[in-house]
């Protein structure tokens, strides 16, 4: 099973700055395979990026994803008040999905 | 637009059958590209992911859950199951249906939660 670990656990932030998470993968994935959501409290997940670097429909372009191998990156740009919430990646391998434990994005 | 819908019992007893279905409206399940997923969050954690199932009846899970679970589909109501057996109270979840491909979820349900207790 391919284990994917975010960091940092929390990042702490103004509105405005840049946020740079990180999902790394306990051995190379294909890059199609790797996705971000969000979750804010209390609601379903939102699919932010697909393929490693493809926006989802409806997505703001403050969000972008990178990566490949076994290093993936979510940046989101310039931080909105809405953007405040839980980010997780997933990857797709061998027909199964794992998740990451997720990284926390909270107001400084 | 596209809206899915869990419904199901929400306490289950243990060693007893948790059973859920998602409702789809706005897509048809018997969409070719389409997987049909089940994911779940126990309480202040991170996602798991169940398993998924193509309208063809392929299915995919888990397997951790693999030798408990299974997922089916009902093209007529446009539904889909999950069936979770010999549940614990570690079965104590949110459980999400979800819509996508076979490497992401792009719809996803509201999340209905079960608790696992006598």
């Known amino acids: 099973e391919i284990v994917l670990t975010q960091s940092p656990g929390t990042l702490s932030l103004s509105p405005g700055e840049r946020a740079t998470l990180s999902c790394r993968a306990s051995?190379?994935?294909?890059?199609?395979?790797l996705a971000w959501y969000q979750q804010k409290s209390g609601q379903a997940p939102r699919l932010l990026i697909y393929?490693?670097?493809n926006r989802a429909t409806g997505i703001p372009d403050r969000f972008s994803g990178s990566g490949s191998g076994t290093d993936f990156t979510l940046t989101i740009s310039r931080l909105e008040p809405e953007d405040f919430a839980v980010y997780y990646c997933?990857?797709?391998?061998?027909?199964?999905?794992?998740f990451g434990q997720g990284t926390k994005v909270e107001i400084k | 637009q596209v809206q899915l819908q869990e419904s199901g019992p929400g306490l289950v007893k243990p060693s007893q059958t948790l059973s859920l279905t998602c409702t789809v409206s706005g897509a048809s399940i018997s969409s070719h590209g389409d997987y049909w997923t089940w994911v779940r969050q126990h309480p202040g954690k991170g996602l798991e992911w169940i398993g998924y199932i193509h309208y063809s009846g392929t299915t995919y899970y888990n397997p951790s859950l693999k030798s408990r679970v299974t997922i089916s589909v009902d093209t007529s109501r446009n539904q889909f199951s999950l069936n979770l057996n010999s549940v614990t109270a570690a079965d104590t979840a949110v459980y999400y249906c979800?819509?996508?491909?076979?490497?992401?979820?792009?719809?996803w349900g509201q999340g209905t939660l079960v608790t696992v207790s006598s």
């Open positions: 997933q990857q797709y391998g061998s027909s199964s999905w794992t």
């Open positions: 979800a819509k996508g491909g076979y490497s992401s979820a792009a719809y």
């Open positions: 051995q190379s994935i294909s890059s199609s395979s």
């Open positions: 393929g490693a670097s």
